[in-house]
């Protein structure tokens, strides 16, 4: 559909409408009496979440790329139906194709003034099952509200079981990583993917002084990134998820990456909600799995003054 048919069929007055995005590409203009929010029908990316009265909740890179065929840097990349590489074939997409594939809108509905949502759709063809050849139905549920809601549906539609894995590869913007810590995973094994998987225990919160690249185990715990440096905790809470991604390129990488500003890695962070190494799901012939992740933002305690 184009953005008048769009429109026509889903806007919602005074809270939900469609435009051309950067490039042309189509997104959804979401803004309600709690908050404003942005998603863009390539890759079912999410580019913006703004409470009123506070600071942008999304990182976005300055520098990201908004091209049908390349995945937008920043937002909530959707990481489906596998984690990082492919598992046996290295000329697949990285994270998978969901987010650099078109979807389709299913539904929108507006609650009230302060709630409104937008369920996306997409569903296998002969251009997926090239890829991924497995029949699906994966349905993508985002309430806005002073909080963020995304639920992530895969739904199997064939005959054969399947596994699954996927990430709601969340970008928070903070407002400095050298006063940023995240708390709710200590005493969690994770999988550092810079020393070769090795399986090692986070011993308090995370501080981030280097490049990171971690996938946490058998978690299921709300994790809080406490920022200092704009007084605000971003409250990330989830379920159907029992792996947890914390990653920051820090400098060299962030240098080597194309759509990646030089200093970005000071002022974002990700607190990803995953089914990642052993945390990845078999989804049996008519049965689904859902993971859904909750951010909602609130007041850092008031600094002492001495």
């Not at 708390?183 to 986070?202: F, P």
């Amino acid at each position: 559909m184009n953005t008048e048919e769009l429109n026509q069929q889903f806007a919602i007055r005074d809270q939900l409408r469609f435009e051309a995005g950067v490039n042309g590409l189509t997104r959804a203009v979401i803004h309600n009496d709690a908050s404003s929010a942005e998603v863009y029908l390539h890759g079912g990316h999410i580019t913006a979440f703004h409470p009123h009265g506070q600071s942008p909740v999304l990182w976005m890179s300055n520098l990201a790329q908004f091209k049908p065929d390349k995945a937008i840097r920043g937002g909530v990349p959707i990481v489906w139906p596998w984690f990082g590489a492919h598992p046996t074939d290295s000329t697949k997409p990285q994270h998978g194709f969901a987010r650099i594939s078109e979807w389709n809108v299913a539904e929108s509905s507006a609650p009230s003034n302060t709630e409104s949502r937008l369920q996306l759709r997409m569903n296998s063809s002969p251009e997926t099952e090239a890829l991924w050849p497995h029949q699906f139905e994966l349905s993508y549920t985002i309430t806005v509200t002073e909080s963020l809601s995304l639920k992530l549906t895969t739904r199997n539609t064939g005959t054969d079981a399947f596994e699954v894995g996927c990430a709601l590869h969340s970008y928070f913007a903070i407002g400095d990583i050298a006063r940023t810590t995240i708390t709710g995973l200590d005493g969690r094994s994770y999988l550092d993917q810079l020393d070769g998987m090795q399986n090692k225990l986070q011993s308090g919160a995370v501080i981030i002084g280097d490049e990171v690249d971690r996938i946490y185990r058998d978690t299921e715990d709300e994790c809080v990134v406490h920022d200092k440096a704009i007084d605000r905790d971003i409250h990330v809470a989830k379920s159907g998820s029992r792996s947890t991604v914390v990653w920051n390129p820090w400098i060299s990488k962030a240098q080597r990456m194309s759509d990646f500003p030089d200093d970005g890695y000071r002022t974002m962070i990700c607190v990803e909600t995953t089914n990642a190494a052993e945390d990845i799901r078999t989804v049996n012939p008519g049965e689904s799995h859902s993971i859904v992740q909750m951010i909602s933002c609130h007041s850092s305690p008031s600094k002492t003054v001495n």
